[in-house]
């Protein structure tokens, strides 16, 4: 959920609105179509807002109830738009025991993000704490987009964000 010093407005397009009713219609009759087509609401808008799961409630004639617990349920679905770029630094075990969480803070605290946020006033950069990223080799491991880093340590925060701070 976004704080509320980062109120993002919607800014969906006419275009992602049709091409959202397209994945509704081929998925209308369908049983258990709603994961589907958050799926690929996701897709279209890069997250769910409430105005995206209102176009899908009275068109699939499921409740907003339910699609909101749905899409806080599982983890690939997110209410809030990611950055242009978005890191997710690796917190589980051989990562975090090799200092992944001091280098979550480093890159928070270079970022200018207060705790409770997940992406920059800009919207340039968004963070997210993963699970396992099944790299435990290169521990501690973060992504930047599909861009993977490995064997870090904390002083190399400011070398990866300068490479996208340009």
Do not use: W
């Not at 946020?117 to 950069?125: A, E, I, L």
């Amino acid at each position: 959920m976004l704080n509320a010093q980062q109120t993002v407005a919607f800014n969906g397009t006419k275009e992602q609105e049709a091409k959202l009713m397209e994945v509704i219609n081929r998925y209308k009759d369908t049983k258990g179509a709603l994961i589907p087509v958050l799926h690929e609401a996701q897709g279209i808008y890069g997250y769910l807002p409430v105005e995206v799961q209102a176009i899908i409630s009275k068109n699939l004639n499921v409740t907003m109830a339910e699609i909101y617990g749905v899409v806080t349920f599982y983890t690939q679905f997110t209410t809030e738009p990611k950055g242009k770029y978005h890191i997710g630094v690796c917190l589980g075990t051989a990562c975090y025991v090799k200092g992944s969480g001091a280098i979550l803070d480093k890159i928070r605290e270079k970022l200018g993000m207060p705790e409770g946020s997940n992406s920059t006033p800009d919207g340039k950069f968004s963070i997210e704490a993963t699970r396992c990223i099944g790299a435990c080799g290169l521990a501690p491991v973060l992504t930047v987009n599909d861009e993977v880093y490995g064997k870090l340590t904390v002083d190399d925060v400011d070398k990866i964000l300068a490479k996208y701070s340009e």
